[in-house]
């Protein structure tokens, strides 16, 4: 576990891909409980550790996931990433090269609770909910492309499916249609920077998660949107 930020309120970590944010009915360890294992240790906390889920990531997915440490860190939080108060930005690797460099894509969503995928469509249907993200390629290589993602919106799987029907499905995805699967069961979708103003001392939070340490990542990591601060999507 790699931990990005932390205070008395808060605590931002770098997961990995594979792992759970909670428990599931896989009875895996979820990375809560590895985050409250360090709490207790580096702090000698007696007794139980306190720690909110204030959002997840896909278990294949790799990236930033920030926990409260109090009940106060979480009640406001949750506020934030309910009101739009938080910005994240993915990076995702893609095959196919977008007919358009950047831009933004709306679609609206249907959630399939069986299937545990999440459909695309050009206009509003029954039980669908509104989507929307902005995009930009930010680099290439001979196989595959680098694609920056601003998400305006939450939803499930929202990145993965609209790629997808974009015609860019993200590396290693079979759920949305990319032909083969990662060795480790990834995918390539990664929770890459995340930006909000502190929910007790105000201060601004801007924490970005070092890339997937595999050859193909590492291929992309000097790409200017990734080390240049004031390049924006």
Not at 152 to 165: D, F, S
Not at 167 to 181: A, E, H, W
Not at 187 to 196: E, K, V
Request: include cysteine.
């Amino acid at each position: 576990m790699e931990v990005l930020y932390e205070d008395n309120h808060i605590i931002i970590v770098n997961k990995a891909s594979g792992e759970i944010v909670q428990g599931d009915k896989t009875g895996d360890v979820p990375l809560g409980e590895s985050v409250k294992a360090y709490i207790k240790e580096k702090y000698a906390k007696p007794g139980n550790v306190f720690l909110g889920v204030t959002h997840r990531l896909d278990r294949p997915v790799s990236g930033i996931v920030v926990f409260a440490r109090t009940e106060k860190g979480l009640s406001r939080m949750n506020a934030l990433f309910r009101d739009g108060g938080v910005e994240k930005t993915y990076v995702a690797l893609v095959r196919q090269r977008p007919t358009a460099e950047e831009g933004e894509l709306t679609h609206w969503l249907v959630r399939n609770e069986k299937q545990n995928k999440s459909y695309a469509y050009e206009r509003e249907k029954p039980s669908s909910k509104l989507a929307r993200l902005r995009y930009r390629l930010i680099g290439f290589s001979d196989h595959y492309c680098l694609l920056a993602v601003r998400l305006l919106t939450g939803r499930h799987h929202q990145i993965r499916c609209q790629l997808a029907a974009m015609g860019c499905p993200i590396k290693g995805d079979l759920k949305y249609g990319f032909p083969r699967s990662n060795p480790d069961g990834s995918i390539s979708l990664h929770a890459w920077r995340i930006r909000f103003e502190h929910p007790v001392s105000h201060k601004m939070i801007d924490v970005k998660a070092p890339l997937p340490i595999d050859n193909l990542w590492r291929s992309f990591q000097n790409c200017p949107f990734l080390t240049e601060n004031e390049m924006e999507l």
